[in-house]
């Protein structure tokens, strides 16, 4: 099945410092979609992506949508505490309906 | 006023035991989903339902048996528990291409 290949599996950072993470795909993706999860909870949409070459920003984070729809990227700015948990892309290849996620980036701050 | 909520949060049970997890959404969404995340925090979906009816089904074991009574809520019924079913289960709804997840069931099958 589709697999998206997301990385670095886990970070730790200084406060302050700035966080790239990347998701890719084998196969074209219409959406890309990303998540985070804080323990204990469910995973809470950050950014969603539609179009080939978007990029989209909300506060301190910014995500793209690659140019050949097989991969994209989230960016982190100025790292503070509460950035702590699991960040997920997650893509929604052709109509199926179904949301395919990557294996998460643990990304931990250290102030 | 939670979007999408689930319950119960933990469930400890033993090996064999029938136990069910349920899930409501106020979203008036017409899409359901049921996702299993694993212990290195893999997230696989499961099921989806579209206004009642079974749209999506991964080859789960047919010992998971979703029910959707009506389009605001999605059941999951698992008989005879095994082991390697303890995992956190997501119920989730959509809008577009949008996901809106529920806080997570934490199943523990002693």
């Known amino acids: 099945g589709q697999q998206l290949n997301q990385s670095p599996q886990s970070m730790f950072i200084q406060e302050g410092e700035d966080v790239s993470m990347n998701c890719t795909s084998s196969?074209?993706?219409?959406?890309w979609l990303w998540y985070k999860q804080d323990p204990g909870e469910g995973p809470v949409l950050l950014i969603a992506l539609y179009k080939a070459g978007e990029l989209t920003s909300n506060g301190r984070l910014t995500a793209q949508f690659g140019i050949t729809r097989k991969d994209s990227f989230l960016n982190i700015s100025a790292s503070i505490p509460s950035d702590v948990g699991i960040y997920f892309c997650?893509?929604?290849?052709?109509?199926?309906?179904?949301?395919?996620f990557g294996q998460g980036t643990t990304l931990q701050v250290k102030p | 006023d939670t979007a999408v909520s689930q319950t119960p949060k933990y469930l400890v049970t033993q090996m064999g035991n029938d136990k069910s997890i349920k899930c409501e959404q106020n979203?008036?969404?017409?899409?359901m989903y049921w996702y299993k995340q694993d212990s290195k925090k893999f997230l696989k979906i499961m099921f989806s339902y579209n206004n009642k009816e079974l749209i999506i089904n991964e080859t789960v074991p047919n010992r998971f048996s979703p029910k959707s009574p009506d389009k605001a809520h999605l059941n999951l019924h698992i008989n005879s528990l095994e082991l390697g079913d303890s995992a956190v289960y997501f119920c989730a709804s959509r809008r577009g291409e949008k996901l809106f997840f529920g806080s997570g069931t934490q199943l523990s099958v002693l």
């Open positions: 979203l008036g969404h017409d899409t």
């Open positions: 196969s074209i993706f219409n959406t």
């Open positions: 997650a893509g929604h290849p052709g109509n199926t309906g179904k949301l395919i």
